[in-house]
């Protein structure tokens, strides 16, 4: 478990920071001790009264809300009651068992969390000094909660709040749940997504995916949703674990509420995108796949390419690290597609022999030849004559009508 003490000099900012989330539906209050209600039937001005007839008391003292956030490990499983159980203890032991507290539990990150809402205005008006709190009382408090509720204990290096970078997933050298969970953890809540195939190429990056299962199939139906590990060749391997079992429930409602929330905050970020590959784009040395991607990858953004089995690339998508940002190429525009891009490069080179030929008709035009050759992935001399056959068959169909009135002419004419 991880504790972290802050202070206020509003203790109604601190109230509307976790009573916006409740109202958001990423928070609940659990309960309000030294009040006259329960938790539930508290309204907000209710709860801010009760507080506030404590901060009235001592006004010379500016700092007068304190709020206290518990965190714990991804895998603890924890009900309502424990958590009140555990603030409670946690309030006594740091010596504000006196003192009026709300708690809310919260919905907003990787791993299982509470805040507590309290002041350190006692009822007589004096104050409770905050200084050395955190290093003193509360991390005392904290080793003996680790103990007495059988808590993941904080020097283990698990249950942190902050972010942090996910290794790539090994299969079979890691708990597969553990190690999944810790790269969800730091991918869902911080990265902009906007649909499963954006959010798959970030965690393509480290190993696992996201499936819906396949259409028809009853997890498919259900709306369900798995996560499973890739190999070294981006593969599925080891079995898919359920949304449900996993810290948060990162299933498609979850997802599909942060898609939403990504398409509208990706518009200003997409301008930075655009202007990133622009600039690699005009360098000379630019020539190939390979080399776009090691340019962009020194501005932090790894490019996923999407190949089918015959290693066609069909699709791009560009993860901004910096900006926790994922775009589909052929939504930043025509020009950052994978086919725009492609024809840049190697399809450009292959089909220069073709295009160098005659064309009399329309019908053999530049967008058309790689498309006819991706449709058919013929590869070597099949392919560089196919083209050129469909040029003579057209030529062939082309009526010459100036001979053909000649013919006329040189015939015999009836009735005359």
């Known amino acids: 478990m991880v504790a972290r003490i802050n202070s206020s000099k509003s203790i109604q900012k601190v109230l509307n920071y976790n009573e916006q989330k ?29 507080f506030k007839r ?51 539990r919260h919905e907003d990150a990787g791993h299982p969390h509470l805040h507590i809402v309290t002041t350190n205005i006692r009822l007589d008006g004096s104050r409770i000094s905050l200084h050395g709190l955190g290093r003193g009382a509360s991390e005392q408090t904290r080793k003996a909660l680790e103990q007495n509720f059988g808590l993941v204990p904080a020097d283990r290096g698990r249950g942190q709040a902050q972010e942090q970078q996910p290794q790539k997933l090994v299969y079979g ?11 969800l953890e730091a991918v869902l809540p911080h990265y902009r997504y906007s649909s499963l195939p954006e959010l798959n190429a970030i965690l393509g990056l480290y190993g696992i995916q996201a499936s819906r299962g396949a259409e028809g199939s009853r997890t498919y139906m259900r709306g ?32 599909e509420a942060k898609f939403r929330e ?14 990133q590959v622009d600039w690699v784009l005009s360098g ?3 020539r190939d796949w390979d080399g776009f991607r090691q340019a962009l990858n020194k501005s ?20 901004d690290h910096k900006n926790k ?79 053909k009135r000649r013919k006329k002419r040189k015939g015999t004419r009836p009735n005359q």
């Open 300 to 319: 932090g953004i790894d490019v996923v390419l999407w190949q089918n089995q015959a290693g066609y690339i069909y699709g791009v998508t560009y993860v």
């Open 22 to 50: 409740v109202a958001k539906g990423r928070a609940v209050c659990l309960a309000a001790e030294g009040f006259l209600k329960d938790a539930d039937r508290l309204s907000f001005y209710e709860k801010w009264q009760g």
């Open 325 to 403: 940002a994922v775009f589909n190429g052929s939504d930043l525009g025509k020009a950052y597609s994978a086919k725009a891009l492609s024809d840049r490069w190697s399809p450009q080179e292959i089909l220069q022999p073709v295009r160098s030929e005659p064309r009399p008709s329309k019908s053999v035009d530049r967008d058309v030849l790689p498309e006819q050759r991706t449709g058919e992935e013929s590869t070597g001399a099949k392919e560089l004559l196919e083209p050129l056959l469909r040029v003579e068959q057209t030529e062939s169909q082309q009526p010459a009508p100036g001979k």
């Open 173 to 183: 050298s890691v708990d597969l749940r553990r190690a999944i969970a810790n790269v």
């Open 284 to 286: 000379s040395s630019i």
């Open 224 to 255: 369900g949703l798995t996560y499973q590990a890739l190999d070294d060749r981006n593969r599925p391997v080891g079995p898919p674990l359920k949304a449900s079992i996993l810290p948060r429930n990162p299933g498609l409602r979850f997802l």
């Open 262 to 275: 990504a398409a509208v905050q990706k518009t200003t970020l997409s301008i930075r995108m655009r202007t």
């Open 54 to 104: 404590l901060t009235d008391l001592n006004e010379r003292t500016a700092t007068n809300a304190v709020h206290i956030s518990l965190n714990f490990d991804p895998f603890e499983v924890l009900s309502n009651e424990k958590m009140v159980a555990i603030a409670a203890a946690y309030v006594q032991g740091i010596g504000f068992g006196d003192q009026p507290y709300l708690v809310y």
